[in-house]
């Protein structure tokens, strides 16, 4: 089983802020500002395409959970917690927990 976690909403956000920041500050549509409207626009794609994935691999357990992130050893750093099993299969491992 693979688990990717994916850090999405933060990069978003920030891309929206610049992208209507930006938009807000062009006084008219003229070729000077609608060209650099487009520039600051094609840079900030860059935010979005660089997010943090994370992969980690589990042999012989199969799971239905989504992951999800919380500071566990209080290190600063999240932690991520999937649940083990799924119905009608027995597992050991009920819940488990990456170092982050």
């Not at 990069?11 to 929206?16: H, P, Y």
């Not at 794609?45 to 042999?59: E, G, P, Y």
């Amino acid at each position: 089983m693979r688990v990717t976690f994916v850090k999405r909403i933060h990069a978003t956000k920030s891309f929206l802020k610049i992208f209507f920041l930006t938009f807000l500050t062009l006084k008219k549509n003229t070729m000077k500002s609608t060209f650099l409207f487009a520039t600051i626009f094609l840079l900030n794609l860059n935010v979005i395409a660089q997010l943090n994935n994370w992969q980690a691999f589990t042999d012989s357990i199969p799971t239905l959970s989504s992951p999800r992130a919380c500071d566990l050893n209080q290190d600063g750093i999240e932690d991520i917690i999937i649940g083990g099993g799924t119905d009608g299969v027995f597992s050991n491992n009920g819940i488990m927990a990456y170092n982050g």
